[in-house]
C-alpha cells in the first residue's frame, strides 16, 4: 500500500530533547524526595503527555513546577540540537509530512525553532492540546491525518517511545520505531513496529514500505 503522509513526533525523533529533560526532570525530582534516577525516569516519563506527568507527579511545592519549567528551558536554548540524521532524511522525503507530538505547542514550535526546523513543517503541526486524548490513545494521529487528507492506513509513524507506538498502532498506521534513543530496544520490539537505529535510512524505509 502507498504512503501519502508520513508523521513525526518531534521529541527524540526529530529533536534531540529527551536527554535534556530526563537530566532536568530527574534533578528535580530528586529536589522534592523523590528516590529515582534517569533510566528509570526514562522508563516512566518519555513519550508521555504533560497530564500524565503531572498526575503521577502529584502536589509540588510552590514554585517548584516554574523552578523545573525555566532549568529546562535553560537547558533546551544551550544544548538542543536535531536527531543526528534527520535533516538528512528530510532532505531526501518524497512524501508529505508533519508533526504530532504529546508536547503544547509552545513546545513544540520553541524546539522546531531552535534547530532550525519550524519552516519544514510550517502549519503542519499537531499537538496532544489538539486533541481530547493525547498518546497512546489514537486521537493525535488520527487528528494529524484527516487535518493533512490523508486514510490512517496510508500514513506512517515515526516514533521513539512506547507511548507513540502504541498510539500508531491504534490509530491503524504502520510505524517505524527509532531505537536509537534513549528508550531500550527491547521496550519497543513486540509492539508492532519496524524498528531502525540511523534515521538518515527513513526515506528508504518507507519505499520499502509501499
Known amino acids: 500500500?502507498?504512503?501519502?503522509?508520513?508523521?513525526?513526533?518531534?521529541?527524540?525523533?526529530?529533536?534531540?530533547s529527551e536527554p535534556i529533560s530526563v537530566r532536568v526532570g530527574t534533578a528535580a525530582l530528586r529536589r522534592?524526595?523523590?528516590?529515582?534516577?534517569?533510566a528509570e525516569y526514562a522508563e516512566r516519563f518519555v513519550g508521555c503527555t504533560n497530564e500524565?506527568?503531572?498526575?503521577?507527579v502529584g502536589e509540588t511545592p510552590p514554585g517548584w513546577r516554574e523552578q523545573l519549567n525555566a532549568d529546562y528551558v535553560a537547558a533546551v536554548k544551550a544544548e538542543l540540537c536535531t536527531v543526528a540524521g534527520i535533516e538528512q532524511a528530510l532532505d531526501q522525503l518524497m512524501v508529505p509530512s508533519c508533526?504530532?507530538?504529546?508536547?503544547?505547542?509552545?513546545?513544540?514550535?520553541?524546539?522546531?525553532?531552535?534547530?532550525?526546523?519550524?519552516?519544514?513543517?510550517?502549519?503542519?503541526?499537531?499537538s496532544a492540546e489538539?486533541?481530547?486524548?493525547?498518546?497512546?490513545?489514537?486521537?493525535?494521529?488520527?487528528?494529524?491525518?484527516?487535518?493533512?487528507?490523508?486514510?490512517?492506513a496510508r500514513c506512517v509513524v515515526v516514533e521513539d517511545s512506547p507511548f507513540g507506538v502504541m498510539a500508531a498502532m491504534s490509530a491503524g498506521m504502520r510505524c517505524l520505531a527509532?531505537?536509537?534513543?534513549?528508550?531500550?530496544?527491547?521496550?519497543?520490539?513486540?509492539?508492532?513496529?519496524?524498528?531502525?537505529?540511523?534515521?538518515?535510512?527513513?526515506?528508504?524505509?518507507i519505499t520499502e514500505l509501499t
Request: aromatic content about 8%; glycine content about 12%; hydrophobic content about 45%.
Open 1 to 16: 500500500m502507498s504512503v501519502d503522509l508520513v508523521i513525526f513526533d518531534c521529541d527524540g525523533v526529530l529533536v534531540d
Open 52 to 56: 500524565y506527568w503531572a498526575e503521577q
Open 99 to 126: 508533526v504530532a507530538s504529546n508536547g503544547r505547542h509552545t513546545t513544540i514550535r520553541r524546539s522546531l525553532e531552535l534547530t532550525g526546523l519550524a519552516g519544514r513543517f510550517a502549519g503542519r503541526v499537531f
Open 32 to 38: 522534592i524526595g523523590w528516590s529515582i534516577d534517569e
Open 130 to 152: 489538539d486533541v481530547a486524548q493525547g498518546k497512546p490513545a489514537p486521537d493525535l494521529f488520527l487528528h494529524a491525518a484527516a487535518t493533512m487528507g490523508a486514510e490512517p
Open 178 to 205: 527509532f531505537a536509537g534513543g534513549l528508550t531500550p530496544p527491547s521496550r519497543l520490539a513486540g509492539l508492532g513496529a519496524t524498528l531502525f537505529h540511523d534515521p538518515a535510512t527513513i526515506p528508504d524505509l
